[in-house]
């Protein structure tokens, strides 16, 4: 499901071959540059292919930045747990491949950055830079839940593509901090109506404040994403007119018990059986939505580096209800 060349330059990619389809095109049409950012990159078909994209366009500046997480999670598996040394979902050969693709991706003229460092005895690993996203030239940008694997792009997700050149010089900001190692302002107030946030994990609380407080307001809601908890889920419970849409199956299992808590007894859930829902979404009162990287959880309110946007549209929150109405009805 997928719509395309929307005549607001906003359109939704719900499944991610029609993702790519799209960003193949942009990339092969890109005069300038193109930086990619994600959280999970494995060297499988979907990322080989990513890269050879990149290798095809050698007169352009390209820079991927991966998360070190796809070091050490390959197919949803730890690789050096029991699991990953048995090589369960291929993680461990994968793994092995990650090194030599990137290194193809480097002798092309392609700048690789893994960022966020686990450390020693991997006591960093919640720190994460969970963000998604792409940007093309100086006006494409794309931004949601997307990673570059195959067993990400089996899940059904979202990635909202924008050809707004104020959007993109936000979300630029964005990735060169993270490209550069620099802080920069958590807020950024693209227009009257659109908001991007930086959330950079321990300092992300001022921003998240801002996010609950809209929804505190809300008359009504709509969430959808694969792990929600405190503290954007006890600002839902007291909104009357909520629901929250999950996976049925969640490839976290402690989410399901954090849900079954009395704080959340108010809360609408709605198990979708359209397989890992990976989107992250929040429509409030069909007039604005906040949409990116985050899962709004409190691993993400905590210790994660997230970029999400709040945008008053009753256009883009119609088409996007429509969205998580087929989540329900399949």
Same mark, same amino acid.
């Given at each position: 499901?997928?719509?395309?060349?929307?005549?607001?330059?906003?359109?939704?990619?719900?499944?991610?071959?029609?993702?790519?389809?799209?960003?193949?095109?942009?990339?092969?049409?890109?005069?300038?540059?193109?930086?990619?950012?994600?959280?999970?990159?494995?060297?499988?078909?979907? =990322?080989?292919?990513?890269?050879?994209?990149?290798?095809?366009?050698?007169?352009?500046? @390209?820079?991927?930045?991966?998360?070190?997480?796809?070091?050490?999670?390959?197919?949803?598996?730890?690789?050096?747990? +029991?699991?990953?040394?048995?090589?369960?979902?291929?993680?461990?050969?994968?793994?092995?491949?990650?090194?030599?693709?990137?290194?193809?991706?480097?002798?092309?003229?392609?700048?690789?950055?893994?960022?966020?460092?686990?450390?020693?005895?991997?006591?960093?690993?919640?720190? @994460?830079?969970?963000?998604?996203?792409?940007?093309?030239?100086?006006?494409?940008?794309?931004?949601? =839940?997307?990673?570059?694997?195959?067993?990400?792009?089996?899940?059904?997700?979202?990635?909202? @593509?924008?050809?707004?050149?104020?959007?993109?010089?936000?979300?630029?900001?964005?990735?060169?901090?993270?490209?550069?190692?620099?802080?920069?302002?958590?807020?950024?107030?693209?227009?009257?109506?659109?908001?991007?946030?930086?959330?950079?994990?321990?300092?992300?609380?001022?921003?998240?404040?801002?996010?609950?407080?809209?929804?505190?307001?809300?008359?009504?809601?709509?969430?959808?994403? +694969?792990?929600?908890?405190?503290?954007?889920?006890?600002?839902?419970?007291?909104?009357?007119?909520?629901?929250?849409?999950?996976?049925?199956?969640?490839?976290?299992?402690?989410?399901?018990?954090?849900?079954?808590?009395?704080?959340?007894?108010?809360?609408?859930?709605?198990?979708?059986?359209?397989?890992?829902?990976?989107?992250?979404?929040?429509?409030?009162?069909?007039?604005?939505?906040?949409?990116?990287?985050?899962?709004?959880?409190?691993?993400?309110?905590?210790?994660?580096?997230?970029?999400?946007?709040?945008?008053?549209?009753?256009?883009?929150?119609?088409?996007?209800?429509?969205?998580?109405?087929?989540?329900?009805? =399949?």
């Amino acid at each position: 499901m997928s719509e395309k060349k929307s005549s607001d330059s906003t359109d939704i990619f719900t499944q991610s071959s029609d993702f790519f389809d799209q960003l193949s095109d942009d990339i092969k049409q890109a005069r300038t540059s193109v930086c990619i950012q994600c959280m999970s990159f494995e060297a499988d078909e979907t =990322g080989s292919k990513l890269i050879e994209l990149l290798i095809s366009k050698p007169t352009i500046k @390209r820079t991927l930045l991966i998360d070190s997480y796809s070091k050490y999670v390959v197919n949803d598996t730890f690789v050096f747990g +029991p699991s990953g040394l048995l090589n369960k979902n291929n993680a461990l050969h994968e793994k092995r491949a990650l090194a030599p693709l990137l290194d193809k991706a480097k002798k092309a003229g392609i700048e690789v950055k893994l960022t966020n460092p686990m450390g020693f005895m991997l006591f960093k690993y919640p720190v @994460r830079n969970h963000k998604k996203v792409v940007l093309i030239d100086d006006h494409i940008s794309y931004l949601g =839940g997307i990673n570059f694997t195959d067993h990400n792009f089996a899940w059904p997700d979202l990635m909202i @593509r924008h050809t707004n050149p104020s959007i993109n010089k936000a979300l630029t900001k964005s990735f060169n901090a993270d490209l550069f190692e620099k802080e920069v302002d958590s807020t950024c107030h693209i227009d009257d109506l659109t908001s991007l946030f930086i959330l950079n994990g321990y300092k992300t609380k001022e921003s998240y404040n801002e996010l609950l407080a809209v929804i505190k307001k809300a008359q009504k809601i709509t969430i959808v994403s +694969p792990y929600i908890s405190y503290p954007l889920l006890d600002a839902v419970a007291k909104v009357s007119n909520n629901r929250v849409i999950l996976p049925k199956y969640n490839n976290k299992g402690y989410i399901n018990f954090v849900h079954q808590l009395k704080r959340y007894h108010n809360v609408n859930y709605i198990y979708s059986d359209t397989g890992m829902v990976h989107m992250k979404l929040i429509i409030i009162d069909d007039s604005t939505v906040i949409y990116g990287s985050s899962n709004f959880d409190t691993i993400s309110y905590l210790f994660e580096k997230e970029v999400v946007i709040k945008h008053t549209n009753p256009h883009l929150a119609h088409r996007l209800n429509q969205v998580a109405e087929k989540l329900i009805t =399949g």
